[in-house]
């Protein structure tokens, strides 16, 4: 079974307007930004046409790979959903 068909049973309820995770502004990206696009398994991270890097949290699982690698360098802001919004684990 792929990755993506395992991701595909999760559900999520986005918290419109207000992202539990923010990028901060940047130039150029730092490496530790750049490492989000590989490591993040739900391909949050992106670098967008100017060359820097964006996260779309709305597929995010909270498994908090970002949040710790992150953790010193303060390149993300991240926080929990709201209660009652992000994802919502399928299991069996
Ligand atoms: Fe990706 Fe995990 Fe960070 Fe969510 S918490 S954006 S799934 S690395």
Redesign the pocket.
């Known amino acids: 079974v792929r990755i993506e068909d395992k991701l595909y049973q999760n559900r999520y309820l986005v918290d419109a307007g207000r992202p539990h995770?923010k990028v901060r502004q940047h130039q150029s990206p730092s490496p530790n930004l750049l490492a989000?696009t590989v490591?993040?398994?739900?391909n949050?991270?992106q670098v967008n046409e100017d060359g820097q890097v964006e996260?779309t949290?709305d597929g995010?699982?909270?498994?908090?790979?970002?949040?710790v690698l992150c953790e010193e360098s303060g390149d993300i802001d991240w926080s929990y959903p709201r209660g009652g919004f992000g994802v919502l684990f399928k299991f069996g």
């Open positions: 995770i989000l490591v993040c398994p739900a949050c991270y996260v949290a995010c699982m909270e498994c908090g790979t970002c949040r």
